[in-house]
């Protein structure tokens, strides 16, 4: 298998409709190896949906840990006065990480008006199962650590992202380049906004019936002005690489990497959950066989998908990490499409 059947499995899902652009980049801890694009270029800035769990919430997360700000045992109650009740009164913040605390994926009612609605209505709601039983995927727990990490961290959480960002150097065969290329951020400067891959509106969010170019896609993270824990990042296939980059040198043990890209923290993060049966780490998602990356990866792979089309999976065995965004919200594919066609690249990539 080869660069060339990705590339056919890509432009197969776009003819398909599956996704109307995609953009793709495989690269090794040193550097880019291939990088293509259909129906758009490169300098496409995509919705990352749930990849700001890992890219910027989880990474935030880590500061905070790192710096000693934030401790991952510490009980959910310390932040949130709503938190109560004996059923909930030991989730910590590791549990709201490895989706283990008991929250539901998403509230039952239409979202609330505003940060503080949102948290109530959040650590009011009733737990679906006794916390560490198993885990359940909830956008409400990353929600959660969006707000707790703005207010451990004294700044919004875009705020303790952008730090984070800059200290990633840009590869040194982009900086003669457009500052889109290396583009990671919750709010795309206006004039970026109408070349971002368009998404359209879930049916029963209120701005149905228009496109979305450079808006958050998730109507949960459009309440919250586009800046919360479980989406809202928007970035292009390059910059994404980039990150990834980083986080596969810390994985395996370049003690040279920025902060908090450790190889101690990234191995914490990335270490599979003790929570029966869930393949769930702090943040990440790790490798079965029937995840979104195929059969090709090693056992040690990590990663994590995004709602809109998007997927980032990063393979230290092997010094491989491979990036797929797309913008499947603004055309016919399913999830179950789309994880068809994330199987399918990740295996025709796997001698790469």
């Known amino acids: 298998m080869s660069v060339d059947d990705a590339r056919r499995v890509v432009g197969a899902a776009r003819v398909k409709g599956v996704f109307p652009t995609a953009a793709i980049e495989i690269g090794s801890s040193a550097a880019p190896i291939w990088s293509d694009a259909v129906g758009t270029d490169l300098t496409t800035p995509f919705d ?103 207010d451990r961290g004294g700044a919004s959480l875009d705020e303790l992202f952008d730090r984070i960002r800059m200290r990633l150097a840009p590869p040194p065969d982009t900086l003669r380049l457009e500052p889109q290329f290396d583009l990671l951020t919750f709010t795309l400067p206006s004039a970026l906004r109408r ?60 003690p040279d990497t920025p902060a908090p890209f450790s190889p101690e923290l990234v191995r914490l993060f990335t270490a599979k959950s003790t929570v029966p049966g869930s393949s769930r780490a702090l943040g990440w998602d790790t490798m079965l066989p029937t995840s979104s990356c195929g059969t090709r990866m090693s056992a040690s792979a990590f990663g994590h998908v995004g709602y809109t089309g998007t997927s980032l999976w990063i393979d230290p065995d092997r010094d491989r990490y491979v990036v797929l965004l797309t913008n499947r919200v603004n055309g016919a594919g399913t999830l179950d499409d789309m994880r068809t066609v994330r199987r399918a690249v990740h295996d025709a990539v796997g001698d790469v």
């Open 48 to 150: 990352l949906a749930s990849l700001t769990k890992v890219i910027a919430t989880t990474s935030v997360v880590m500061e905070l840990v790192r710096t000693g700000a934030l401790g991952l045992e510490e009980p959910v109650s310390a932040f949130f006065g709503d938190w109560r009740g004996a059923d909930r009164a030991a989730v910590a913040v590791r549990d709201l990480l490895e989706h283990a605390s008991g929250l539901p994926a998403r509230l039952l009612d239409t979202p609330p008006a505003g940060r503080r609605e949102f948290q109530h209505d959040i650590c009011s709601t009733p737990l679906e199962y006794a916390p560490r039983t198993r885990s359940i995927y909830s956008d409400l727990g990353f929600i959660l650590l969006g707000f707790l990490a703005a």
């Open 195 to 254: 070349s971002a891959a368009p998404t359209r509106p879930m049916e029963e969010d209120p701005r149905r019936g228009r496109i979305l170019y450079g808006e958050v896609h998730d109507n949960y993270a459009a309440t919250l002005g586009g800046v919360a824990g479980h989406a809202g990042l928007f970035g292009t296939s390059l910059a994404v690489g980039e990150f990834a980059r980083t986080v596969l040198r810390a994985a395996r043990g370049d």
